[in-house]
């Protein structure tokens, strides 16, 4: 099947620090991914579409200058939560997509700002 | 934009029986795709089954089987034989036939399974 890879799994920071998480597709090239920010007992929020080669389309009310996204290739989109604060520390999940129909995903990344 | 509803926040099924997930959505589209995922405590998101909405058929994968009624726009999930490693969030998601577009997700429902 389908793997993708995040890492790290957990990160813990100081506030003001930034914090760069990598997405990788490990069996598949992916155009497209996806990165998901999850609040505790919730469902997965969009933050931004990632395409290779191009600007990632940003969700509204997620800043694109906080959250950086990079898709440098068609195994790797990485996502850096710059100047990092408390109020970001969340469950992140990425995924890739698969035949422009399915999505698959990353183990997610939990990331901790003291 | 699409939205998907999961009306039941929570539901239990005893080991070994069967229970039944419900997940409606709103589209003005004919070609779109449907699928459930689960979510276990480790967070993982896995694919459990997916419905392409121009096929009749229901899709099954082993214990796991569709209900799929395009006209009402509904899409059920059901988990036969349940077994308790089955117990995690379920979600349902919307995306439709567009190169690259999003999907839309569902609440979740968090299924416990009774030994």
């Known amino acids: 099947g389908a793997v993708v890879s995040q890492h790290p799994s957990r990160v813990i920071c100081k506030s003001g620090t930034s914090v760069k998480i990598e997405c990788r597709s490990l069996?598949?090239?992916?155009?497209?991914m996806f990165w998901y920010r999850q609040f505790p007992k919730q469902s997965l929020m969009l933050m931004a579409t990632?395409?290779?080669?191009?600007?990632?389309?940003?969700e509204q009310g997620v800043e694109k200058d906080k959250f950086l996204i990079n898709h440098a290739s068609l195994t790797l989109s990485t996502l850096t939560v710059t100047s990092a604060h408390p109020e970001d520390s969340s469950f992140y999940i990425c995924?890739?997509?698969?035949?422009?129909?399915?999505?698959?995903f990353g183990p997610g990344t939990r990331l901790l700002v003291l | 934009a699409q939205t998907v509803t999961q009306s039941q926040p929570e539901m239990s099924v005893q080991e070994a029986e069967t229970v039944t997930l419900s997940c409606t959505y709103d589209?003005?589209?004919?070609?779109?795709?449907l699928f459930w995922y689960k979510q276990p405590p480790s967070r993982q998101m896995i694919l459990v089954i997916r419905?392409?909405?121009?096929?009749?058929q229901n899709a099954t994968e082993n214990r796991f089987s569709v209900n799929f009624q395009k006209a009402a726009k509904s899409f059920s999930l059901k988990i036969s034989d349940s077994q308790l490693g089955d117990a995690a969030m379920y979600f349902c998601?919307?995306?439709?036939?567009?190169?690259?577009?999003?999907?839309?997700f569902g609440t979740g429902t968090s299924l416990t399974v009774i030994p």
């Open positions: 069996d598949f090239q992916a155009t497209t």
């Open positions: 990632s395409n290779e080669g191009s600007k990632a389309t940003y």
């Open positions: 998601a919307y995306r439709t036939s567009n190169t690259g577009n999003q999907f839309y």
């Open positions: 995924s890739a997509e698969l035949g422009a129909e399915t999505q698959y």
């Open positions: 419905q392409e909405a121009y096929k009749q």
């Open positions: 589209t003005s589209e004919s070609d779109y795709y």
